[in-house]
């Protein structure tokens, strides 16, 4: 897939992400169930389950992510992968660029619960934390393959509880609201799978 290629898709997605993140708050008035989703989960909370929600919100800070992010690509170079590890970096660049342009144009503000853990200069919509951290789960799950299957299966099924888990956690905290999650699980999976094809997945990168 060629860089061109790749650009038009991410700019595309892009787009989307504007155009949903309008509707939101336009036509559909915010989607005020969002809101009181949010208060629920407070409200049912205490401080064990505060704690949990704030290890597992800033689990997938800009830091965290990007050490995980060196720490795929490292192994992958360390295994001889070294075209499959440009993988990791640009499908989390990818998640990060479509999160960055769509949330200065939608700009949706935070939900309107006392925040826990770090406050976010940017836009609510949609969540680039979910969005980077599922982009590097699509890259890690798929780089399983080699494995046997009962421990591939278990390894994507991992990956996956965490991301919901994750979703879960940044609601909790009142960073985002479920439109945004969606929106960043869906980001991640696209630029994932994009990652994977640009730097040439059919051409034996082993991922």
Same mark, same amino acid.
């Given at each position: 897939?060629?860089?061109l290629s790749t650009a038009l898709v991410v700019a595309g997605l892009a787009a989307a992400n504007v155009v949903a993140g309008r509707l939101i708050r336009g036509p559909l008035k915010d989607l005020p169930a969002?809101?009181?989703?949010?208060?629920?989960?407070?409200?049912?909370?205490?401080?064990?389950?505060?704690?949990?929600?704030?290890?597992?919100?800033?689990?997938?800070?800009?830091?965290?992510?990007?050490?995980?992010?060196?720490?795929?690509?490292?192994?992958?170079?360390?295994?001889?992968?070294?075209?499959?590890?440009?993988?990791?970096?640009?499908?989390?660049?990818?998640?990060?660029?479509?999160?960055?342009?769509?949330?200065?144009?939608? %700009?949706?503000?935070?939900?309107?619960?006392?925040?826990?853990?770090?406050?976010?200069?940017?836009?609510?919509?949609?969540?680039?934390?979910? %969005?980077?951290?599922?982009?590097?789960?699509?890259?890690?799950?798929?780089?399983?393959?080699?494995?046997?299957?009962?421990?591939?299966?278990?390894?994507?099924?991992?990956?996956?509880?965490?991301?919901?888990?994750?979703?879960?956690?940044?609601?909790?905290?009142?960073?985002?609201?479920?439109?945004?999650?969606?929106? %960043?699980?869906?980001?991640?999976?696209?630029?994932?799978?994009?990652?994977?094809?640009?730097?040439?997945?059919?051409?034996?990168?082993?991922?």
């Amino acid at each position: 897939m060629s860089a061109l290629s790749t650009a038009l898709v991410v700019a595309g997605l892009a787009a989307a992400n504007v155009v949903a993140g309008r509707l939101i708050r336009g036509p559909l008035k915010d989607l005020p169930a969002e809101h009181r989703l949010n208060g629920d989960l407070r409200q049912r909370g205490g401080p064990r389950t505060d704690a949990l929600a704030t290890v597992l919100s800033r689990s997938s800070d800009t830091s965290r992510a990007v050490t995980l992010g060196l720490a795929l690509t490292g192994v992958l170079a360390i295994r001889g992968q070294r075209r499959a590890a440009f993988i990791p970096g640009l499908a989390m660049a990818m998640a990060s660029a479509t999160h960055v342009s769509s949330s200065i144009l939608t %700009g949706r503000p935070r939900p309107a619960v006392e925040q826990i853990g770090t406050h976010q200069p940017t836009s609510s919509f949609p969540s680039g934390h979910v %969005g980077a951290m599922t982009a590097l789960a699509v890259v890690l799950g798929r780089s399983c393959d080699p494995l046997p299957r009962p421990l591939r299966v278990l390894v994507r099924a991992g990956l996956v509880s965490y991301l919901g888990l994750l979703g879960w956690s940044r609601l909790y905290a009142g960073q985002h609201y479920a439109s945004d999650v969606l929106a %960043g699980y869906v980001n991640g999976v696209v630029c994932g799978r994009l990652a994977r094809r640009a730097v040439g997945d059919q051409q034996g990168t082993g991922l």
